[in-house]
């Protein structure tokens, strides 16, 4: 746990970052509802969305767009 917390305050957590870790999750938890035979999700349609999320946010950024 030490060296976790260490790493934690190298590696900043940048919008994009989080971004790509939020689409990310979205992934694991459509394959996770594919193993489980709880519903069939086509998860190859969300994988360029791991890409094109952080991309909208650094274009958000770089045109100083807040959102709510």
């Known amino acids: 746990m030490l060296i976790g917390a260490s790493l934690g305050t190298v590696t900043r957590e940048t ?39 952080p991309l909208i946010q650094v274009a958000l950024e770089f045109f100083k767009v807040q959102l709510p």
């Not at 999750?25 to 190859?44: E, P, Q, W, Y």
């Open 15 to 53: 919008p994009w970052v989080i971004q790509m870790t939020a689409t990310g999750g979205a992934v694991i938890l459509g394959i996770s509802f594919l193993l489980l035979d709880l519903k069939k999700i086509r998860i190859a349609n969300f994988i360029p969305a791991i890409l094109i999320a």
